[in-house]
């Protein structure tokens, strides 16, 4: 299994609050993706980074940042929740750009936001 | 309009059936193509991928690529319970480099 690890797994949090999910990995893959999956709407993809400090939005960035300082860290930040924002979030990492090469992706994270 | 399409089913198929399983997609200049396999609960994995017009076979599993009709299938043969997942398609869409997947197959097998 890819080295992939979010945290946290669960969060039950209240409107307004800020939010930061984390991704690790020990596989020194240049790509990171957080996606989000809902009922209906499949993966979608919130935002990624192509190297540290090296980050760009996805089809559904509104009401979320990243921020990649280091290669194996990957944040994911609701700067104040929504209850549209309930939903299980997907880290993902690749060697290649997404469209050429496998996509490995963690064991997600559950939030509800109340 | 989703830009890749897929039927979200259940789709049920009895144990030793071939499972069909079929995706659309709207950008004609979509060169990757993908099939994740999802187990309830569990994170997507990637079982197919292709990316050129014909068949791509792998065991059990074949993908199929049509760019002129835009579609792309996986057909599974001979169908185990252990085959009952979420079945997703990945297109490489107009976002730079960046995957698209549609909404999701959801496949049961039935003994």
């Known amino acids: 299994d890819a080295g992939i690890t979010q945290s946290p797994r669960h969060k039950v949090t209240e409107t307004g609050t800020p939010v930061t999910l984390r991704c690790h990995q020990t596989?020194?893959?240049?790509?990171m993706y957080w996606y989000r999956q809902d009922p209906g709407h499949g993966l979608r993809l919130i935002h990624y980074?192509?190297?540290?400090?090296?980050?760009d939005k996805g089809e559904v960035s509104d009401g979320y940042s990243v921020s990649r300082s280091k290669t194996e860290d990957f944040l994911l930040t609701l700067e104040s929740a929504t209850s549209s924002q309930t939903s299980v979030y997907f880290c993902?990492?690749?060697?290649?750009?997404?469209?050429?090469?496998?996509?490995?992706f963690g064991e997600g994270s559950r939030l509800t936001v109340l | 309009q989703k830009e890749v399409e897929q039927n979200s089913g259940p789709l049920s198929v009895p144990e030793g059936a071939i499972a069909s399983l079929n995706c659309t997609y709207s950008?004609?200049?979509?060169?990757?193509f993908f099939w994740y396999r999802q187990y309830s609960g569990k994170s997507p994995e990637l079982i197919m991928s292709?990316?050129?017009?014909g068949d791509k076979e792998d065991g059990r599993f074949t993908a199929q690529l049509n760019k002129a009709s835009q579609y792309v299938s996986l057909l599974i043969r001979d169908s185990q319970p252990s085959d009952s997942a979420t079945y997703l398609c990945?297109?490489?869409?107009?976002?730079?480099?960046?995957?698209?997947f549609g909404g999701g197959t959801r496949l049961m097998v039935k003994p």
């Open positions: 292709i990316y050129s017009n």
């Open positions: 993902a990492i690749s060697e290649q750009v997404s469209n050429t090469g496998e996509l490995f």
């Open positions: 990945a297109v490489s869409g107009r976002a730079g480099n960046m995957l698209t």
């Open positions: 596989e020194n893959h240049r790509y």
């Open positions: 950008d004609r200049g979509s060169q990757s």
């Open positions: 980074s192509y190297g540290v400090k090296d980050t």
